[in-house]
């Protein structure tokens, strides 16, 4: 499987932005995918996880309650609303998939999106 990332941006505090990932290839209806985000300076960060069916999502503290993840298996599109967003919301957000229908912690990345820029002005 291949991504094409999409979305992203500047926008201002408490603001709303919508990524998304288009993907190729014939597995992506039937693995597990996610969303991680990298700010300067730090380690990359799982914020959100769906699996295969979109039937179980999770989500990292730090986003629970303002981001959503959603996936699409005909048009092989995974997604990420991203609402009331915060100035440490600034980082830049890759689309994953992983090598199970489920996410398996230290399970390993199959592929990854080429990450795409949001940036929360205050």
């Known amino acids: 499987v291949q991504f094409v990332e999409s979305g992203g941006g500047l926008v201002q505090v408490g603001g709303s932005l919508r990524l998304s990932c288009t993907a190729s290839g014939y597995s992506f209806p039937n693995i597990g995918t996610a969303w991680f985000r990298q700010a300067p300076g730090k380690e990359r960060e799982l914020i959100a996880t769906?699996?295969?069916?979109?039937?179980?999502?999770n989500y990292a503290d730090s986003v629970k309650g303002r981001f959503t993840i959603s996936r699409d298996n005909v048009e092989k599109i995974l997604s990420l609303q991203m609402t009331n967003l915060k100035p440490e919301d600034t980082a830049t957000y890759y689309c994953?998939?992983?090598?199970?229908?489920?996410?398996?912690?230290?399970?390993?990345?199959?592929?990854w999106g080429q990450g795409a820029q949001v940036t929360v002005s205050s």
């Open positions: 769906i699996n295969w069916s979109g039937d179980t999502t």
């Open positions: 994953a998939a992983f090598y199970t229908q489920d996410y398996i912690p230290g399970g390993g990345v199959l592929a």
